[in-house]
């Protein structure tokens, strides 16, 4: 059975930095795909970065680029998320995922952790 495990939030000042944790376990995931994505009340899930995790090779959309760091530490079945200079809207649920396809798509992928929750006060 497939298990995500996030941790690593909280709460920091604007600014600041968190970085997340997301261990796998339950199978291998050499040819899976990883997500992180948030969601922050009454809006939608989105992604914040997408990892190969055979290759390493790394994504993230324009809102997070530059700021958001997507890692992975195969020996470990880890995966991170380095973030910094954290912003009030970054404040949301923040969520690891599997799946088979390298998306930005929310339903592309097939396993879901609980979620850690980071807060950005100004």
């Known amino acids: 059975q497939v298990q995500l495990a996030e941790s690593g939030g909280g709460s920091v000042q604007a600014g600041g930095s968190l970085t997340l944790s997301c261990a796998a376990s339950?199978?291998?995931?050499?040819?899976?795909?990883m997500g992180w994505f948030r969601q922050a009340p009454g809006k939608e899930r989105e992604v914040v970065g997408v990892?190969?995790?055979?290759?390493?090779?790394?994504y993230h959309p324009d809102s997070v680029e530059g700021r958001f760091t997507m890692s992975r530490d195969a020996a470990k079945n880890t995966l991170y998320l380095q973030m910094t200079s954290l912003k009030p809207e970054d404040t949301a649920v923040y969520l690891c995922?599997?799946?088979?396809?390298?998306?930005?798509?929310?339903?592309?992928?097939?396993?879901w952790g609980q979620g850690t929750q980071v807060t950005v006060s100004s």
């Open positions: 995922a599997a799946g088979r396809r390298a998306s930005i798509m929310p339903r592309d992928y097939d396993y």
């Open positions: 339950g199978r291998t995931f050499s040819n899976y795909h």
């Open positions: 990892i190969t995790w055979s290759t390493g090779g790394t």
